[in-house]
């Protein structure tokens, strides 16, 4: 496919896109490297007709477009949340299966058994959508994209939220398909940059900046300059978290699990799990899509239905006792993909970071003046006091996750969990808020629960980690099922690698 944009201006949800000139010529393979902004998404959504421009021209040949990208997600998710038939069943609905989704883009039976094989999915066929992890969903949406039968696909940072071992599968499976099929990929991770790219867009805030050869990249400053601003901004908001610490008023330990389990009719998710948290421990949560990494901070945060079947002590209490959801909640800040996924009110920027002091979606009660000056700071941090008044809905995937980030850490909370809180974040975003949990845990500001897939995400100040591994079965009859069939029916446990706090470290953490 060739396609040619000449003075091109397209108005996206916040920033507009801008492409002066750029010619991707037939056969050609693009990389486009987003410092700061949504451009990845917001060229997708143009090209498969979910925009328009509204200044310029767009020239293409003729052939179908498919995108993967954050946003597609989130609308596939919303479309599922609407179809929801729970009230209406005697058990829960789950959302439409993973075959179904993927037939509803080809009625060719072959490609999507292809396409289950080939993208890790056939244990989950007939799992519905609104169960999957982070990494389960973003394969789908890829098969829904390649069932189409695309002859141009666009990838908006394709490796988000996948494990190590499918971001490895992946590489191989673009490097193999990029023979046969035209691609672009967003990336805003250096090290995501497909090998196979010779070609690479520059974009800041939606302005298409320059045209780059390989060689020319990976001498370009654009990443030192970054870091740069990034330093400077994770130092003023840890200023602001450090203005507005509390002290800590629980006792060894925050939060303890007894042979924790999950598990459903039909699946174990996880079993015989002993883990406790202690005062003053950060802790890196890790292990592959799908293992329960998500459904074990649920039983912390108190929103997972099995968390009053297990034995679970947090801030003092037994779990079940008689506390309120509210009374655990207002020690906790969380930042997740669900947790994105239900900020559905149609509320402001503002009144999303607000609505942390009060645990709530949305805005319910008059915040104080002390609050609202604190929320302001917050958006001033981040660059987006301009957006105090636009609507959450109405803002960038990336720019919602930042404010729920600063949503989850305004109420200065005991402990603040963080489940791939990069998901979405252009570059700069991400060594912002990287650099600011560097600093809080450093100093002690909050306790941290931290998840994310990449080695280089990894916080230096966290010490203590929590690692998902497979239980097998041992019958000999479940030796012909899949690996993942096996870990599905038999679950995970998990191997705890603590280091010890030093008593002086140990009470710096609580001193105001």
């Given at each position: 496919?060739?396609?040619?944009?000449?003075?091109?201006?397209?108005?996206?949800?916040?920033?507009?896109?801008?492409?002066?000139?750029?010619?991707?010529?037939h056969q050609q393979s693009w990389g486009i490297f987003v410092t700061e902004g949504d451009s990845g998404?917001?060229?997708?959504?143009?090209?498969?007709?979910?925009?328009?421009?509204?200044?310029?021209?767009?020239?293409?040949?003729?052939?179908?477009?498919?995108?993967?990208?954050?946003e597609e997600q989130q609308r596939l998710l919303e479309r599922e949340l609407n179809n929801d038939d729970t009230d209406f069943l005697d058990r829960i609905d789950t959302g439409s299966r993973v075959e179904a989704l993927i037939q509803e883009q080809s009625n060719d039976y072959q490609l999507t058994e292809k396409l289950l094989t080939e993208l890790d999915l056939l244990h989950l066929r007939n799992s519905g959508f609104r169960v999957l992890s982070t990494g389960e969903t973003r394969r789908v949406i890829l098969a829904r994209a390649l069932a189409s039968d695309p002859d141009f696909l666009v990838l908006d940072n394709p490796f988000t939220g996948l494990d190590t071992a499918h971001r490895q599968t992946l590489a191989l499976y673009l490097h193999k398909l990029s023979q046969s099929l035209q691609m672009l990929v967003c990336f805003s991770r250096e090290e995501d940059l497909p090998e196979w790219i010779e070609h690479i867009a520059l974009f800041e805030?939606?302005?298409?900046?320059?045209?780059?050869?390989?060689?020319?990249?990976d001498s370009h400053p654009v990443i030192k300059q970054i870091k740069q601003q990034a330093d400077q901004q994770s130092?003023?908001?840890?200023?602001?978290?450090?203005?507005?610490?509390?002290?800590?008023?629980?006792?060894d330990p925050l939060f303890s699990l007894t042979d924790g389990h999950v598990a459903y009719t039909d699946k174990t998710i996880f079993t015989a799990v002993d883990w406790e948290i202690k005062k003053g421990e950060h802790w890196q949560i890790s292990g592959p899509n799908g293992c329960g990494k998500s459904t074990l901070l649920g039983l912390i945060f108190g929103d997972h239905p099995q968390c009053y079947s297990n034995n679970i002590q947090i801030f003092g209490r037994q779990r079940g006792s008689g506390e309120t959801i509210w009374e655990i909640k207002k020690h906790i800040g969380m930042v997740s993909s669900a947790l994105h996924l239900q900020y559905?009110?149609?509320?402001?920027?503002?009144?999303?970071?607000?609505?942390?002091?009060?645990?709530?979606?949305?805005?319910?009660?008059?915040?104080?003046?002390?609050?609202?000056?604190?929320?302001?700071?917050?958006?001033?941090?981040l660059?987006?006091?301009?957006?105090?008044?636009?609507?959450?809905?109405?803002?960038?995937?990336?720019?919602?996750?930042?404010?729920?980030i600063a949503r989850a850490i305004v109420k200065r909370p005991t402990l603040l969990i963080l489940d791939e809180p990069y998901q979405g974040l252009d570059y700069l975003g991400r060594r912002l808020v990287k650099n600011a949990l560097e600093l809080i845990a450093r100093?002690?500001?909050?306790?941290?629960?931290?998840?994310?897939?990449?080695?280089?995400?990894?916080?230096?100040?966290?010490?203590?980690?929590?690692?998902?591994?497979?239980i097998h079965p041992s019958s000999s009859s479940s030796s012909e099922k899949s690996s993942h069939q096996q870990q599905s029916l038999c679950g995970y446990t998990v191997k705890i690698t603590r280091q010890k706090i030093p008593f002086n470290q140990h009470k710096k953490c609580f001193e105001v």
């Open positions: 496919m060739d396609i040619q944009f000449a003075g091109l201006i397209a108005q996206g949800k916040v920033d507009a896109l801008q492409i002066e000139h750029w010619h991707i010529q998404s917001l060229i997708g959504d143009l090209l498969c007709g979910e925009i328009e421009y509204q200044q310029g021209s767009l020239l293409r040949t003729d052939g179908r477009i498919a995108q993967v990208s954050l805030r939606g302005k298409l900046d320059s045209i780059l050869d390989k060689r020319r990249w130092e003023e908001m840890l200023s602001l978290v450090r203005r507005h610490t509390y002290l800590s008023p629980f006792d559905r009110v149609n509320c402001c920027a503002l009144d999303v970071i607000l609505s942390g002091f009060y645990d709530s979606i949305g805005i319910y009660q008059q915040p104080t003046k002390d609050e609202i000056n604190i929320a302001r700071d917050w958006l001033k941090i660059h987006m006091q301009d957006y105090a008044k636009t609507s959450f809905k109405q803002l960038e995937y990336g720019q919602q996750r930042l404010l729920l100093e002690q500001l909050c306790q941290l629960l931290y998840v994310s897939h990449y080695h280089a995400d990894k916080l230096d100040s966290i010490k203590n980690y929590l690692d998902f591994v497979p």
